[in-house]
């Protein structure tokens, strides 16, 4: 495939780096080729390099405009919580879309995202919040191999350790561990690169799923480390960090307002109940790092 001429916007939201490529008006990538162009195109020290590749399309269904995204091994992830407000930034700055509250397709359902202006140019937008929607801990739907309708710190076994987690989806599915239910002192003596791709591949989960190692600092504040499905160890994970205060919150070990700190920043993550089913908003910015067009 011929890229010469190719723009692009490279973003991040908490050092979750993506390539936005803008679809709106008309196909860039061609459909059966998107897979293999976030391949190349995230390969970090030969290519651009990114955790992911974010399409901006039209809207299909009962939404303004559609969130695809890619991940660096070429899977289409449902959903992505630094990744829509990335999107939304980019639709806002370069007027796609210029409004303070736009509805967003994804492939995890309609996500409504509120936007605030840059005090200093308010051309440009500068934090939001996202109605991340209402989750399900029900392993059917995650989905995930098991024999119990929800699985509350239970205990999975990998590579013949007991591992207590909690599994939930906000329209993609995550595996959260805290580290006061586990051999696990705190986060320091977590060995990411053994445990997350061992739970990320389990048997368990036939779509794989993303893990998050969590160490509560209070009811309101936790720290969190991320492997993601598809891209490895990421310095921040929206969904994750939403995720997390989910399972904390229903398990009683955390409050409906948290502060989770990443290791590529904050995010604050508010809980609201629905119909007996539990929903979050996401709060946190996005920067623009460059634009670019491939020679």
């Known amino acids: 495939m011929n890229l010469s001429g190719l723009k692009f916007s490279k973003m991040h939201g908490l050092g979750n780096d993506y390539v936005v490529i803008n679809e709106f008006n008309e196909e860039i990538i061609p459909e059966n080729e998107k897979s293999r162009f976030s391949i190349d195109i995230c390969k970090r020290g030969f290519s651009i390099g990114a955790d992911g590749v974010i399409f901006v399309c039209p809207a299909i269904d009962n939404g303004e405009i559609k969130f695809r995204i890619f991940n660096a091994d070429g899977s ?93 989806s906000v329209g993609n599915p995550h595996a959260v561990i805290f580290t006061e239910n586990t051999n696990f002192s705190d986060l320091s003596s977590v060995n990411l690169d053994i445990y997350g791709p061992a739970i990320e591949n389990h048997e368990a989960f036939p779509h794989r799923i993303n893990v998050h190692f969590v160490e509560i600092i209070s009811k309101n504040e936790i720290k969190v480390i991320t492997w993601e499905r598809g891209a490895g160890f990421t310095y921040a994970c929206g969904t994750g960090a939403t995720s997390c205060v989910l399972s904390g919150f229903k398990l009683g070990i955390l409050d409906n307002n948290v502060l989770v700190h990443l290791p590529g920043g904050d995010l604050e993550i508010e809980i609201y109940e629905k119909n007996d089913r539990l929903g979050a908003f996401m709060k946190g910015d996005a920067e623009l790092v460059f634009n670019g067009e491939i020679v």
């Open 76 to 168: 289409e992830a449902e959903m992505c919580g630094n990744g829509i407000r990335c999107f939304s930034k980019y639709v806002y700055d370069n007027n796609i879309i210029k409004k303070d509250k736009i509805n967003v397709e994804t492939l995890g359902g309609l996500k409504k995202v509120e936007i605030t202006v840059d005090e200093k140019n308010k051309n440009l937008s500068k934090f939001f919040k996202v109605n991340m929607g209402l989750s399900t801990f029900k392993t059917s739907e995650i989905p995930m191999i098991a024999s119990v309708d929800e699985f509350l710190d239970e205990v999975l076994i990998v590579n013949d350790e007991e591992i207590a987690m909690t599994t939930v």
